[in-house]
């Protein structure tokens, strides 16, 4: 319950990166710009119920490990995409999981903001724009297979 209007929402994120359209853009930044339109779903009043909520189910441990199976299957879609552009699989990996952890702590310090927070985006970008960019100057595909 406490994660279905996030399940739906970021089921369109693996669909923004499978319709790729922008041949021309780096993947990173298709990766960013995909995680931005799902968040643009999100305004100051519509904040996932897991995100605000989580204290009602009585224990956060069981919330927590709810949710690494649903980060592990986001991060498999980043890694996935980017091994598809000529990424080698540890550093697409690598950057799937940093992106996760940006995400994760992005939504967590917009939810805690309470009725000051706005919209999600501006704490996405400060939390994954460094990623983008410290991954992106070093981001040209590697012949190494992992």
């Known amino acids: 319950?406490?994660?279905?209007e996030l399940d739906e929402t970021v089921a369109r994120f693996g669909d923004a990166l499978a319709t790729d359209q922008a041949t021309d853009a780096h993947p990173?930044?298709?990766?960013?710009?995909?995680?931005?339109?799902v968040a643009a779903t999100f305004g100051p009043g519509r904040v996932p119920f897991a995100l605000t909520q989580h204290e009602l189910i009585?224990?956060?441990?069981?919330?927590?490990?709810?949710?690494?199976?649903?980060?592990?299957?986001q991060a498999r879609v980043i890694r996935d995409y980017l091994t598809g552009h000529g990424w080698d699989s540890l550093r697409a990996q690598a950057v799937a999981y940093a992106l996760i952890g940006a995400v994760v702590a992005a939504a967590q310090s917009w939810a805690a903001a309470g009725t000051t927070r706005g919209?999600?985006?501006?704490?996405?970008?400060?939390?994954?724009?460094?990623?983008?960019?410290g991954f992106g100057a070093a981001a040209?595909?590697?012949?190494?297979?992992t």
């Open 58 to 73: 009585g224990s956060a441990h069981e919330l927590q490990a709810s949710a690494l199976g649903r980060f592990t299957t």
């Open 119 to 133: 919209n999600l985006e501006p704490y996405l970008h400060t939390a994954i724009d460094p990623i983008i960019d």
């Open 140 to 145: 040209a595909p590697s012949t190494r297979s």
């Open 28 to 37: 990173l930044l298709r990766v960013r710009d995909a995680v931005l339109a």
């Open 1 to 4: 319950m406490f994660w279905v």
